[in-house]
């Protein structure tokens, strides 16, 4: 039996970040050995999904900390918000 193709879905398009809105957001939920976790955008009740590799910085990830400050774009996808091109605040 034949596969189809694998198609790329709206979340794992490459996406450019050039003149999208920077949000400022904390860091709620960290899964280190899972390599993800979740944070809430100021001024916002959803959490966003965010994933090591959204991080420019090596390590970044690793030293994050529940309460940490990041700047972040938010993607909507059909899963639920994503943060994407994320940075840590003041580290």
Request: charged residues 25%; hydrophobic residues 40%; contains cysteine.
């Amino acid at each position: 039996m034949a596969r189809a193709p694998h198609s790329k879905t709206q979340a794992e398009q490459p996406v450019d970040v050039a003149g999208a809105e920077r949000v400022s957001a904390a860091v709620t939920r960290i899964f280190y050995d899972k390599g993800f976790g979740f944070v809430q955008p100021d001024g916002q009740d959803a959490e966003a999904f965010m994933h090591k590799s959204a991080f420019e910085s090596r390590g970044a990830f690793d030293r994050l900390k529940p309460g940490g400050r990041v700047t972040c774009v938010i993607q909507s996808t059909s899963k639920g918000l994503r943060a994407i091109d994320v940075q840590v605040v003041g580290g």
